[in-house]
Each structure stands twice: as C-alpha cells, then as structure tokens.
C-alpha cells in the first residue's frame, strides 16, 4: 500500500514561490507516475502537472506552464512541484497522487493513490 504525504504549502504573496513535495510515507514510488492536482474552493479538482516513473515525460496544465517545474528524486523517494510567480488564481489545496498505469494523465479518475493535500493560499 502506498501512503503519500504532501507537504510545502503555505501562505504567499503574488509573484512569490513555493516548493511542493510529495513523499511516500509507506511503499515506494519509483515505479509510479505520479501527478499534481488543485482544488479551490468552489471549483472542480484540476490536473496541474504529471511526470512518468523515470522522469522521461512531463505534462502541465496551460494555466501553470513556464511557471511550475515537476521533479522527482527517486532516491528520496519524493516528487516535488516547484511554483513560480504564484497568483492569486493559484489558491487552492494542492494534491499528489499515484498512478498503477504507465503513463501519468490529468485525469484524476485514472489515480490509485492520493496524499491529504497542502493548502496553498496567494495573497497580500
């Protein structure tokens, strides 16, 4: 079984920076495709950014491309999303989740395994 603990969120004013990581707390996750997702309140869960178990394929939404790097460290056994000039916009609790499939996607639905989420909030 795989548990994952997401960790990193917090408060932050725009233009500011946040390192997210996402760290197996019992199994492995180099085997994993593994994705990051955001829910703000009100709104449905969306797919920010993916990244395949070697780290060959990386995706991003359109909202946070040129702004959020998806990286993982095997060895660490963590996968993090670095985010870059936040805005407000961004808000949101911040999920990771693991895939059985090959291949990682933006579609939730195809996750097996997801973290309790790290509230993001960009404000002044």
């Known amino acids: 079984q795989l548990h994952l603990v997401e960790s990193g969120g917090g408060l932050v004013q725009p233009g500011g920076s946040l390192r997210l990581s996402c760290e197996a707390s019992s199994g492995t996750l180099d085997r994993y495709p593994i994705g990051w997702f955001r829910q703000a309140p009100g709104k449905e869960r969306e797919g920010v950014s993916c990244i395949s178990s070697s780290s060959s394929n990386m995706h991003y939404a359109d909202s946070v491309k040129g702004r959020f790097t998806i990286s993982r460290d095997n060895a660490k056994n963590t996968v993090y999303l670095q985010m870059n000039n936040l805005q407000p916009e961004d808000t949101a609790i911040y999920y990771c989740?693991?895939?059985?499939?090959?291949?990682?996607?933006?579609?939730?639905?195809?996750?097996?395994?997801w973290g309790q989420g790290t509230q993001v909030t960009v404000s002044t």
């Open positions: 989740a693991a895939t059985i499939n090959s291949e990682c996607s933006g579609y939730g639905y195809e996750y097996d395994y």
